[in-house]
């Protein structure tokens, strides 16, 4: 528990003062607050797209808060507030509900990618909520991802371990996010139920000026082909840092080049294929007869 809070600190404020300790207590009960009621918490998507076809595969979703006061307040500061505060739970639930709803209603082949905090792996109903997800809004389940943070998996004990076992039974894949930022050795990745790695943004923004970023890139590709696993590049902001990455034989690329997180009414007309919205816009004719 403990080493779990240094990690969550450090990827929000390292070390509050007291001024920072009352501005988190505020913003808490603020966030309890946004949970009843509609309107400041909703949900964007970032496209991710195959590096071979650059065509779009999936969408990642990413929760974002408009404070009323505050305008909108990054995840980095409040997601930390939420684990602290174990809100995430019923946050967490609530988002990955509303991505699958989301979801269900896009081309067939497209899949979802839902970020899951630590305080989630570790409750046991886990595995029953992500099912009840899946089965109240209709997604088939080899069409969600959910992604775990590297040093989230890296202390995970036994119980998170066969929970991630029993999602990927029942057909969800599982990805590990920020890869290359966690120190797991070769031979624990060899026993962790996963699917999919996410190299980490601080990699991928080296490419083009440090070689040996391009090895390190290079290195985690070809593990993960050689494991089966696939992987996906965070943070693509230029042409140059997407052809290295098609050279190196990564699957799919996710970052700012290629879009950014959107509401999902930019989704459809944006990235649905034309025949999909004659389709739509053919079936609003015949219902107008
Ligand atoms: P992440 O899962 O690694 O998500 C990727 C972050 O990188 C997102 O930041 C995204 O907007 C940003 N990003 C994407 N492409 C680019 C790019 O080309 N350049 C740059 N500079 N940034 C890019 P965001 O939305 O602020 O989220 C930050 C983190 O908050 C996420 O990192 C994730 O760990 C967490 N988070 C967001 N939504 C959720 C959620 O629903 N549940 C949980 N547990 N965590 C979430
Ligand atoms: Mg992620
Ligand atoms: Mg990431
Ligand atoms: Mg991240």
């Given at each position: 528990a403990i080493l779990r809070t240094v990690r969550i600190t450090r990827s929000g404020q390292s070390v509050l003062g007291l001024s920072q300790v009352a501005d988190a207590e505020a913003l808490e009960d603020d966030l309890r607050q946004a949970m009843q009621e509609a309107g400041q918490l909703y949900v964007h998507y970032q496209p991710i797209y195959?590096?071979?076809?650059?065509?779009?595969v999936g969408f990642e979703a990413l929760l974002r808060w408009n404070h009323p006061v505050r305008g909108l307040v990054a995840p980095m500061q409040f997601i930390p507030l939420a684990e602290q505060t174990e809100l995430i739970v019923p946050l967490g639930a609530w988002v990955l509900e509303t991505a699958c709803a989301e979801a269900a209603?896009?081309?067939?082949?497209w899949y979802l990618s839902v970020n899951l905090s630590p305080v989630q792996l570790e409750k046991i109903h886990l595995v029953r909520e992500v099912r009840g997800a899946l089965d109240r809004t209709?997604?088939?389940?080899?069409?969600l991802e959910l992604e775990i943070t590297e040093g989230v998996l890296v202390a995970a004990e036994g119980g998170e371990i066969s929970r991630l076992a029993e999602l990927r039974r029942a057909g969800v894949r599982i990805a590990i996010d920020d890869?290359?930022?966690?120190?797991?050795s070769l031979g624990y990745l060899r026993q962790l139920p996963f699917d999919t790695i996410k190299i980490d943004r601080s990699f991928v923004r080296n490419l083009e000026s440090d070689s040996s970023a391009q090895a390190i890139v290079g290195t985690i590709v070809e593990l993960s082909r050689r494991l089966n696993r696939e992987i996906v590049a965070e943070g693509v902001e230029t042409e140059g840092q997407f052809s290295i990455l098609n050279a190196l034989q990564c699957h799919r690329v996710q970052g700012w080049l290629l879009g950014k997180p959107m509401p999902p009414e930019e989704i459809a007309s944006t990235y649905f294929p034309a025949p999909l919205q004659e389709g739509l816009a053919d079936r609003t004719l015949s219902w107008a007869e």
């Open positions: 195959s590096a071979e076809t650059r065509s779009v209603t896009w081309p067939e082949p209709g997604l088939a389940a080899e069409r890869f290359g930022t966690g120190y797991s």
